[in-house]
């Protein structure tokens, strides 16, 4: 059984984004769960100097890692802001790329969408988080991509996706990260130290 975690880059009640995992994890192929992670909103902000303090980060940091590390493949769905990632999510991945040689990101299967309320659906954000996850090493999934625009239209009041094509592009987002998990483990083994 594969597990990915799935990470919101909002903590907005109604998130558009959150509810996008939400569908995920409805549509997930046979074999694969995914986990919904709440816990961003209670991440500080990045001070290497807490860092040194705690040991490689407070608990909410050491959580969160945890849950990385364990996991499979992440599905990091982000809003965007100002043309980029939120500093929510930036932050976070600033946490978990540190330290060495525990930079959980380093090799992670990461598949990326994402839903705004405007017409471009998220691509400069997802551009940016790609770049980011870069600098982290992580193995972030080519296609198929989902840019999920006018978001107010694609979920019901009760928050249920509705939206057929997009319900499809994340099952299909969700079968090739399976794949992608399996197809890039010899990239995970390390040679024994
Ligand atoms: C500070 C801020 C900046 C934003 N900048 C953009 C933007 O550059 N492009 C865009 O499409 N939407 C932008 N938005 C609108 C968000 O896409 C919208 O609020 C979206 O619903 C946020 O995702 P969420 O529903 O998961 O919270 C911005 C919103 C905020 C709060």
């Not at 990091?76 to 959980?104: C, F, M, Q």
């Not at 405007?118 to 296609?143: D, I, K, M």
């Given at each position: ?23 995920g994890?409805a549509?997930a192929?046979?074999?694969m ?5 709440e ?68 090799g ?22 790609r ?36 319900r ?26």
């Amino acid at each position: 059984l594969k597990t990915v975690l799935a990470i919101a880059g909002s903590l907005r009640q109604g998130s558009y984004n959150r509810l996008l995992l939400r569908a995920g994890a409805a549509v997930a192929p046979p074999g694969m769960t995914v986990v919904l992670q709440e816990g961003l909103g209670s991440i500080p902000l990045f001070d290497a100097d807490l860092e040194g303090a705690t040991g490689g980060g407070p608990v909410s940091v050491r959580h969160l890692r945890r849950q990385v590390a364990s996991a499979d493949g992440l599905l990091i769905a982000t809003p965007e802001y100002n043309h980029s990632l939120p500093g929510l999510l930036k932050n976070a991945i600033d946490w978990l790329s540190r330290p060495a040689p525990d930079e959980v990101l380093a090799g992670k299967p990461v598949a990326v969408v994402g839903a705004s309320g405007g017409p471009s659906g998220t691509r400069l954000a997802q551009a940016a988080l790609r770049q980011v996850l870069y600098a982290t090493e992580s193995l972030v999934l080519p296609s198929p991509s989902l840019f999920a625009r006018d978001a107010s239209r694609l979920f019901d009041e009760s928050g249920s996706l509705v939206d057929a094509p997009t319900r499809d592009r994340l099952a299909s987002i969700l079968a090739a990260l399976g794949l992608f998990i399996d197809g890039t483990a010899s990239l995970r083994a390390r040679a024994p130290a």
